[in-house]
C-alpha cells in the first residue's frame, strides 16, 4: 500500500508543478514534452511509475531537476 501512496504522491507533485508553470492542460505538456498524454495522465494519477527519460524531457519543460519528477 504505501508504493501506492509515494506513487499518487509523485502525481501530485507533477501535476502541481504543471499548473504552477503556466500548463493549463496535460495535452499541452504531452505536446511541450514529447510524451503521449495518455502517459502524463497516468503519471499524474499514480498509474505509472516515472522513467528517467520522461523526468528529465518533464523537468527541461516545466523547471527543476529532474529528480524531482523520479519515482
Same mark, same amino acid.
Given at each position: 500500500m504505501s508504493e501506492k501512496k509515494e506513487a499518487v504522491y509523485h502525481g501530485q507533485k507533477l501535476r502541481q508543478a504543471r499548473l504552477k508553470a503556466a500548463i493549463g492542460s496535460q495535452k499541452e505538456l504531452a505536446e511541450k514534452t514529447g510524451i503521449p498524454a495518455n502517459i502524463i495522465s497516468d503519471l499524474e494519477r499514480g498509474k505509472r511509475r516515472m #522513467?528517467? #527519460?520522461w523526468a528529465r524531457?518533464?523537468?527541461e519543460v516545466l523547471g527543476g531537476d529532474w529528480t524531482d519528477y523520479a519515482d
Open positions: #522513467s528517467p #527519460s524531457r518533464i523537468a
